[in-house]
């Protein structure tokens, strides 16, 4: 945990500490305060917390518990809804350290006391709801929903901030759906809170919170079936991935390490969110079709023939037909039939030249011969940083977009890189044999005419 971590931290449990004894102090000096109505709410947090679907592999989960302090917000009012708040650091979820509880709860307590301020402020008031309450109340409410959902999800966007080294900080794990996705499940469900508080009158509030219990369980299993889908796929993804670096020695790693220079280069030009994680496919796959070209070929030593210099000229078109009928990857799929197409139009397998060439396909580009460089082959080490940029840029033009190699280079600028392995060089009496690598134009593939 970096200092910037353990300090951000502190400074949010601080802050929820000091909301959560001033709503002591409140709640302590205003007699007869409706301790059973606090109780079954913070049950209701309670439960939903215990019990989140797992996103991705067990390194995040989405709890549907807004609805609990919202509905508090309206019944008892700030103080009361930091307390019910507070309940998620007594969550029986598995896998939590000491420090996430904190932050978890503290996330809680802040988002719930902004909400109820806010709430108060637009002129909602305090205690259950009677017809005449409505629709006046439905604005101050929706206010407060939207301002605890936005402060939630600032906390924790600032903490993935936070993690350190950029460079090697985790993309968003494959299986777990979109921050949008959850924020968008946030604000819907969050108007199960006002739900509560209509209903509250009814059996003294249990039978409102037992009712409401129905959809978000179902909202848990609903949001465990998108997080399993997605799973699915990656898992589908990463067995292609294995098969093709299974097949192919010389690009072990090779297309996880081009997923995240594609991803990276893409966020650089601006890119939105979906295209940015559509790129990241498009890179872990660019190179499946691989598995449609011959072992004996993909391995070979020394020039090769015409006819093995076409099966390396299909792979593109192999790889779109193994893939084709994924239909979440959308534009991907152009990315990975056009990524040996050259801005000179000397490339294959369309021969496209300049912004004939698909956007992905081009990022594509960029990213896989920055990584070929800069990985060890059998005939070389690997190439440093510095001088695969001096490639890239005397490549631009010719073979790369020009804007997107500068692009790249910036990205790599502010991000950083990993920096290559050092590899043994080999013989001299082997330096000439190998030239199977289509990936880096400094090592052109050298074909031998049979006539």
Not at 188 to 204: C, E, N, P, S, V
Not at 280 to 288: E, K, N, W
């Amino acid at each position: 945990m970096s200092v910037a971590v353990l300090a951000y931290m502190s400074a949010a449990a601080l802050g929820a500490g000091v909301v959560a004894a001033r709503a002591v102090i409140t709640v302590d000096g205003q007699p007869g305060f409706l301790w059973a109505r606090l109780g079954v709410l913070a049950l209701l947090l309670w439960v939903c917390d215990s019990l989140p679907p797992v996103l991705s592999s067990r390194q995040s989960a989405w709890s549907p518990s807004s609805p609990a302090t919202l509905a508090a917000v309206v019944l008892l009012g700030p103080a009361g809804a930091v307390l019910v708040a507070i309940a998620s650091l007594f969550s029986i979820r598995r896998g939590l350290q000491f420090g996430q509880r904190v932050f978890n709860a503290s996330m809680c307590a802040l988002s719930a006391y902004a909400a109820a301020l806010t709430y108060l402020q637009l002129g909602g008031r305090v205690g259950i709801p009677v017809r005449v309450s409505f629709p006046s109340l439905i604005g101050p409410f929706a206010a407060a929903a939207a301002v605890h959902v936005l402060i939630n999800y600032g906390l924790l966007w600032l903490m993935l901030r936070l993690i350190p080294n950029p460079a090697t900080r985790p993309s968003r794990p494959s299986g777990q759906p979109g921050g949008l996705v959850l924020l968008a499940s946030d604000f819907g469900y969050a108007a199960l809170g006002l739900l509560i508080a209509a209903l509250w009158h009814l059996g003294h509030g249990l039978f409102a919170s037992v009712l409401v219990l129905v959809p978000l369980f179902v909202a848990r299993w609903a949001m465990g079936q998108f997080a399993a889908q997605e799973h699915a796929y990656s898992a589908t993804m990463a067995a292609l991935c294995q098969a093709v670096e299974t097949k192919d020695f010389y690009t072990r790693g090779h297309s996880e390490r081009v997923s995240r220079g594609a991803a990276m280069l893409a966020g650089e030009v601006g890119m939105r969110p979906r295209r940015v994680e559509a790129i990241r496919f498009a890179g872990m796959l660019h190179d499946v079709g691989k598995l449609g070209v011959p072992t004996t070929v993909l391995q070979k030593e020394g020039p090769l023939t015409e006819e093995e210099f076409a099966a390396i000229q299909l792979h593109p078109m192999r790889g779109l037909e193994i893939i084709r009928e994924i239909g979440f990857l959308d534009e991907a799929l152009k990315g990975i039939y056009h990524h040996h197409e050259r801005i000179d139009g000397l490339g294959y397998p369309m021969g496209l030249a300049g912004d004939e060439i698909p956007e992905f396909a081009r990022v594509i580009a960029v990213a896989d011969a920055f990584d070929a460089m800069t990985s060890n082959r059998s005939y070389r080490g690997a190439r440093s940083i510095p001088d695969a940029i001096s490639d890239l840029r005397k490549w631009s033009g010719t073979q790369f977009d020009p804007a997107l190699v500068e692009s790249f280079i910036a990205a790599l600028e502010r991000e950083g890189w990993p920096e290559p392995a050092a590899g043994a060089l080999p013989a001299a009496d082997t330096q000439e044999l190998a030239a199977l690598d289509h990936d880096d134009p400094t090592a052109p593939l050298r074909v031998r005419d049979l006539r």
